[in-house]
């Protein structure tokens, strides 16, 4: 069955330092991987997805991902935070084993502050 | 364009009293629909989901009952609602050629 691990429910950062959320996922065939940011009491928003082909990933908001099959490992980053970055953050996995197709399978989120 | 629409965005109701949360999508068809809860420190939680009308399939067992009346809606509810039913509540849709979801704005369930 796919899972998905988040490391670090919270991190906190400097306005302007690195940001680097862990995500590693379980999965027995080529796994789909998104990951999602939430603003309070707001819905999820994609900020990026992995699919097929390149395996850095950009997304919204100056986002980017890498896709490490070795590793089992699709980490965020963004090179400089900012305070408007400042959510809720969930990496998933997709399921495309029978009954559960196309089922995404969330991590339990990872909290980032930003500190001006 | 796609969208999906919930409501109410939030609600306070007492223990014992009956829920009904309501989703519903617009331009697209045949969607893959999801309802999901968030709780303090438990992360998202499926509850439910559907691969079409009247097809419903339960995660969890408890106090909610999800129906779909037609293609494009997506109900929620409880006959009387327990105090750990409180959450924030999402809907989200998936079509058969995307590969992601795509969320409600939510519903944050308050019950007292």
């Known amino acids: 069955a796919q899972s998905v691990t988040q490391l670090g429910s919270h991190v906190s950062v400097s306005e302007g330092a690195l940001v680097l959320l862990r995500c590693n996922y379980s999965s027995s065939v080529p796994p789909y991987l998104f990951w999602y940011v939430q603003y309070p009491n707001q819905g999820l928003q994609l900020l990026l997805k992995?699919?097929?082909?390149?395996?850095l990933v950009k997304g919204i908001n100056g986002f980017e991902a890498e896709f490490k099959k070795s590793e089992t490992s699709f980490h965020l980053t963004k090179p400089s935070a900012h305070m408007s970055d400042a959510a809720e953050y969930f990496c998933a996995v997709r399921s495309d084993r029978g009954s559960t197709l196309g089922r995404l399978y969330f991590g339990r989120g990872t909290q980032l502050t930003v500190w001006p | 364009s796609q969208t999906i629409h919930q409501w109410p965005a939030t609600l306070v109701q007492p223990v014992g009293s009956p829920l009904s949360l309501e989703c519903t999508v617009e331009?697209?068809?045949?969607?893959?629909l999801y309802w999901y809860r968030q709780a303090a420190g438990r992360g998202l939680q499926l509850l439910f989901y559907s691969v079409g009308i009247g097809q419903i399939s339960s995660e969890v067992p408890q106090n909610l009952s999800a129906s779909r009346p037609q293609d494009r809606q997506f109900i929620l509810s409880s006959k009387k609602l327990l105090l750990s039913d409180s959450g924030f509540y999402l809907c989200?849709?998936?079509?058969?050629?995307?590969?992601?979801?795509?969320f409600g704005s939510g519903t944050r369930l308050t019950v007292v």
């Open positions: 989200a849709w998936m079509t058969q050629n995307n590969y992601g979801y795509t």
């Open positions: 992995y699919t097929t082909g390149a395996t």
């Open positions: 331009g697209t068809s045949n969607p893959n």
